[in-house]
């Protein structure tokens, strides 16, 4: 299936923002969402990462955006992010798109785009993120 339909990658991703920033609340946590095709980028910064409703209407969201009848999503396969892919694929599925997903084999990191493949990519998240904590320096 691989070029056949577009691709959206998503996963969490997680920086601190600061110079002190080293206790865990000073941790930020984000769902980042990459289009193959045209390499649109989607950022929704998290409480938790228990937000199920909210990450499932956001990947809607971003690939109705993005115009899609049919799309594969793909991510890795921590369980609380192949439970929001499992949701957006059904939430697609009842309004008559069709939605494909896909996870890499077990104990690899085969989520390109979304998993740190391009540090400019996650730079503009970790910036984003920040911002919204009213840091204006995230720490690399």
Not at 20 to 32: G, H
Not at 72 to 92: F, G, M, W, Y
Request: proline share 4%; aromatic share 8%.
């Amino acid at each position: 299936m691989e070029g056949s339909v577009p691709v959206v990658w998503f996963d969490f991703f997680y920086t601190k923002a600061g110079d002190e920033a080293v206790k865990d609340e000073d941790t930020l946590v984000a769902k980042i969402m990459v289009d193959n095709k045209s390499g649109y980028l989607g950022v929704v910064p998290l409480n938790s990462k228990a937000q199920f409703d909210l990450l499932t209407e956001e990947l809607v969201a971003f690939c109705a955006l993005l115009g899609y009848y049919e799309v594969e999503l793909r991510s890795d396969n921590e369980p609380t992010i192949v439970q929001v892919a499992k949701l957006t694929q059904k939430a697609r599925q009842q309004m008559g798109l069709i939605t494909h997903m896909s996870t890499p084999a077990a104990y690899t990191h085969g989520n390109g785009l979304a998993v740190c493949e391009d540090h400019e990519t996650l730079d503009l998240p970790k910036a984003f993120v920040c911002q919204k904590k009213g840091k204006t320096r995230p720490v690399l």
